[in-house]
């Protein structure tokens, strides 16, 4: 399996109130990706990176921001956590080889219910 | 644009077939298959790139018609172990992010 963890693995949290999720792999892979899944809507893009302090928008982007420091380590923060950010929130890695994108290997997922 | 696959849902006997198809209305330069088992990470099964490679893993194979700008996943001779949520997550080109379809719910029963 894939070196990749995320913390926590369930959190509970009121609206309005900050909350980092982090994500770590061992895997010295490049690319590092959040996602979101919510019924009915597959997994949709938050945030990825392509390097460190290398960080670009997804789809879903609003609300949510993201850092990363270190090869490692990907974060995502959402600055006041809203009714609608209640989902699962996975993270995922893969690296380029040659001509497309290799497989993302996906964290274990946290599970966010913001009340 | 998310990909559209179909059917939203699918049930199947132990040994019965079935084909999952995933169409985008942009160009296609790659898609990637997954599994997903309940309350589980998404697992990857395979990639295709354009120009209607067929792939396959265990009795699970792939075709991607470049034409349609479609792809289709075949179950053969479908086990239990082959329940679970099937997205496929297409990229538009080369070093493009991944746009993940809405997914395909598989129940195999005995």
């Known amino acids: 399996d894939a070196g990749i963890t995320q913390s926590p693995r369930h959190k509970v949290t009121e609206t309005g109130t900050p909350v980092t999720l982090r994500c770590h792999q061992t895997?010295?892979?490049?690319?590092m990706y959040w996602y979101r899944q919510d019924p009915g809507h597959g997994l949709r893009l938050i945030h990825y990176?392509?390097?460190?302090?290398?960080?670009d928008k997804g789809e879903v982007s609003d609300g949510y921001s993201v850092s990363r420091s270190k090869t490692e380590d990907f974060l995502l923060t959402l600055e006041s956590a809203t009714s609608s950010q209640t989902s699962v929130y996975f993270c995922?890695?893969?690296?380029?080889?040659?001509?497309?994108?290799?497989?993302?290997?996906f964290g274990p997922g946290t599970r966010l219910t913001v009340l | 644009q998310q990909p559209v696959q179909s059917p939203q849902a699918v049930i199947l006997r132990e040994g019965e077939d079935a084909v999952i198809n995933c169409s985008s209305s942009k160009a296609l330069y790659s898609v990637h298959w997954y599994r997903q088992k309940h309350g589980e990470a998404p697992v990857f099964l395979m990639i295709l790139l354009k120009g209607g490679e067929q792939k396959g893993h265990e009795k699970i194979s792939a075709s991607f018609n470049e034409k349609k700008q479609q792809s289709s996943l075949y179950l053969t001779a479908s086990q239990l172990s082959y329940s679970g949520t099937y997205f496929c997550?297409?990229?538009?080109?080369?070093?493009?992010?991944?746009?993940f379809g809405g997914g395909t719910r598989v129940l195999v029963k005995p």
């Open positions: 997550g297409t990229e538009w080109a080369a070093g493009n992010k991944l746009t």
């Open positions: 990176s392509y390097g460190v302090k290398d960080t």
């Open positions: 895997e010295n892979h490049r690319y």
């Open positions: 995922a890695i893969s690296e380029w080889k040659g001509q497309a994108y290799n497989e993302q290997f």
